[in-house]
């Protein structure tokens, strides 16, 4: 199985897009009804965790957890395609 070199642009756009949202967008101006759809970033319950410990701000302990668990779950689904191609990973890198 050979993995497609192209399909790496779409990713690495989304992953700047995710780290410009977390990083300026704050959580207060996301509408309430869109405010599920902006805590799928991984990114944002440590962004917001760390702005509301600086700032004294109440902190969103429900956007800490969908982090951690979005987190894990990318870090399981990773770890499996990892050593499902492992033994072709070197020979494309």
């Not at 995710?18 to 944002?44: F, H, I, M, R, T």
């Amino acid at each position: 199985m050979s993995i497609p070199r192209h399909r790496h642009g779409p990713a690495c756009a989304s992953a700047t897009l995710d780290v410009y949202l977390a990083d300026y967008l704050s959580g207060d101006l996301v509408p309430q009804q869109w405010q599920w759809v902006y805590e799928l970033n991984p990114l944002v319950g440590i962004v917001e965790g760390f702005r509301a410990s600086v700032l004294g701000l109440d902190f969103n302990w429900r956007s800490l957890a969908v982090s951690a668990a979005i987190t894990i779950r990318i870090t399981h689904y990773s770890t499996y395609v990892f050593k499902r191609l492992e033994d072709e990973f070197a020979d494309v890198v």
